[in-house]
């Protein structure tokens, strides 16, 4: 890699981090409920407000997946505000997923002259996933360039220090999403398989099988402990529980790169340019591949894609009965893997180079983009967040969000393409203990805090499609008789009189009304706080 290419990736690096830092909140679907579920497990290890939060709360201590985010958080929350955590939190994100990138693709590029193409990873760090919120997913990406680049390092050359980082990476990524610890068992097994393939056409067939057989037995001692804990969360959950049906719009969408867009359509132009020039590179990686059939030792990479674009394919969205969203998930392995095959097939030069400057360009063009978009629901938040002031301390509080999208003060959608306000109002839960009841988090099952059953206004609350549709559908006094709990405060987001056409929303209105008084509406009028009438 030359000095033009680590410039590149640096300043790359450096315009992910000013799209975290820019804003007044980074803010995605999900993570306000990542950190006011950290501050919650944060105060109970610190004793704090514990007899408060243990009505409504139990921490669980299972070793489940999904458990990264949550912990590290809660950990910096020791030092620094919930904001900040999460900003601190990203920014480790960034640099480990450009870092761990960035050693695999030099490790595996066809090293014959000066390569830009490490840079074409900076495509893929901010994707729809990460604007959803889904941050312990978005950071196994990372830690899944960090497992098979150890694992080809130690199947070159063994020693103690290897085999920790081995093992050590392989807990991380379990601990952080299982379909990217699914996909890393697969693809260290197939770099394994295709090592033996390329030894024994050239060392010959018997030194090769004995090394393939010895790699064989070490990585399953490195993934063993953990299988045994998948086997055992699949089985808590019920089993796969899925049917294989094609699903061959997908491919569509990976031409799109319909999952590299993150806040508006604007970005839809070149996320497919981005996704078509990738895959026009990868045809012609094919071609060389076909051209040339000696064996590599990288062909594992290719046996990897061949596995996740199966997945992505054929998989259904919903199993473990779970939504588990694979087409959103998938389709970024399906094209990092690509990016992975291309690193060691095609050689180095112009066109390889040209390809990678190319999405460097569209990564620079959708990261402006996004950059106007957080910059506007920073300050949207912070209207949101206003209401705190008249919020008292161990409140209950339900919100409704009735533009997921979001507007800003005059009126526009800020995010067309997503829905980033969702749980916006869990950032008022940093400051002063309050329970916010549109924390689905504690409803998953799977994360460390979760809802008890007597006081979860997903069991007890929630009636049709529930407090997170457009048009919410609650039973507030239900919930009071069958939990115990009053609800204290009632905030509304881009509310309108145009929400009344539905019948049982404006039935609910009106109950609002004759049980909460308006205590509190923002400068812009988007933000609207009642209070129960004591």
């Given at each position: ?8 990736l ?5 315009l ?9 909140y ?25 007899a ?9 201590y299972s ?6 985010t949550?912990?590290?958080?809660a950990l910096?929350?020791?030092?620094v ?14 640099v480990f997923?450009l ?17 830009y193409?490490?840079v ?13 919120g889904?941050?312990?997913y978005?950071?196994?990406?990372g ?13 070159e ?13 392989t807990?991380?990524?379990f ?11 697969f693809?260290?097994?197939?770099l394994?398989?295709?090592y ?23 990585l399953t001692?490195?993934?063993l402990?953990?299988l ?10 019920g ?5 294989l049906?094609?699903?061959?719009y997908?491919l569509v969408?990976?031409?799109q790169?319909k ?19 990738l ?10 591949f ?6 590599n ?8 894609f061949l ?23 998938v389709q970024l ?6 990016v ?7 050689p ?7 390809g ?17 978009c957080?910059?506007?629901e920073g300050s ?11 919020i ?11 533009v ?15 829905w980033p306000?969702?749980h ?9 203990p ?9 409803n ?6 979760q ?20 048009r ?12 115990g ?7 509304m ?7 009344l ?5 404006k ?6 009304n ?11 009028g988007?933000t609207i706080l009642y209070e129960?009438?004591r």
């Amino acid at each position: 890699m030359n000095k033009y290419a680590k410039l590149l990736l640096l300043a790359g690096c450096a315009l992910c981090l000013l799209q975290i830092w820019l804003p007044a909140y980074y803010l995605t679907g999900d993570g306000p409920s990542h950190i006011y579920n950290a501050q919650i497990v944060h105060d109970m290890w610190c004793h704090k407000n514990t007899a408060f939060y243990e009505h409504y709360y139990t921490m669980s201590y299972s070793p489940n997946p999904n458990w990264l985010t949550t912990i590290a958080i809660a950990l910096l929350l020791f030092v620094v505000n919930g904001v900040i955590a999460e900003k601190i939190f990203l920014s480790v994100y960034v640099v480990f997923y450009l870092t761990g990138a960035n050693q695999l693709l030099k490790k595996i590029s066809n090293n014959e002259g000066p390569s830009y193409w490490p840079v074409a990873i900076l495509l893929f760090v901010f994707s729809y996933v990460l604007s959803k919120g889904f941050y312990n997913y978005s950071f196994s990406i990372g830690v899944f360039f960090w497992v098979i680049y150890c694992w080809l390092e130690f199947m070159e050359k063994r020693s103690v220090w290897k085999a920790f980082l081995c093992l050590f990476f392989t807990g991380f990524i379990f601990f952080t999403h299982l379909l990217s610890f699914g996909f890393a068992a697969f693809t260290c097994a197939a770099l394994a398989f295709s090592y033996a393939l390329a030894a024994g056409a050239s060392d010959g067939w018997r030194k090769a099988m004995g090394t393939f057989i010895k790699n064989t037995v070490l990585l399953t001692l490195f993934f063993l402990p953990f299988l045994f804990l998948m086997n055992w969360f699949t089985e808590k959950k019920g089993g796969m529980q899925m049917e294989l049906t094609p699903h061959l719009y997908r491919l569509v969408e990976l031409v799109q790169f319909k999952y590299g867009v993150n806040v508006t359509h604007k970005e839809d132009y070149f996320a497919l340019a981005a996704g078509t020039g990738l895959l026009l590179l990868f045809c012609v990686a094919l071609v060389k591949f076909k051209k040339y059939r000696a064996i590599n030792k990288y062909d594992g990479f290719l046996l990897s894609f061949l596995f996740v674009l199966f997945v992505y394919l054929f998989f259904p969205d919903s199993f473990l009965g779970m939504l588990v969203l694979i087409t959103i998930r998938v389709q970024l392995y399906v094209l990092i893997l690509i990016v992975c095959c291309i690193a060691y097939i095609v050689p180095e030069g112009k066109l390889k180079n040209a390809g990678a400057l190319f999405l460097f360009t569209c990564f620079v063009v959708l990261s402006a983009m996004r950059l106007q978009c957080q910059v506007r629901e920073g300050s949207a938040v912070a209207d949101i967040v206003s209401a705190e002031l008249y919020i008292k301390p161990y409140s209950v509080v339900l919100p409704f969000d009735f533009v997921p999208s979001g507007k800003d003060q005059n009126g526009f959608l800020i995010a067309d393409a997503n829905w980033p306000f969702t749980h916006v109002s869990q950032y008022m839960g940093m400051k002063e203990p309050l329970i916010v009841l549109d924390n689905y988090e504690a409803n998953m099952g799977f994360f460390p805090l979760q809802w008890n059953q007597e006081t979860n206004p997903y069991y007890h609350l929630n009636t049709g499609e529930g407090m997170e549709a457009h048009r919410p559908f609650v039973d507030i006094d239900r919930y009071k008789k069958e939990s115990g709990v009053t609800i204290d405060y009632i905030l509304m987001w881009c509310y309108d009189q145009s929400f009344l056409g539905d019948a049982d929303f404006k039935k609910l209105y009106e109950n609002i009304n004759a049980g909460y008084h308006l205590v509190y509406t923002s400068p812009t009028g988007r933000t609207i706080l009642y209070e129960k009438n004591r």
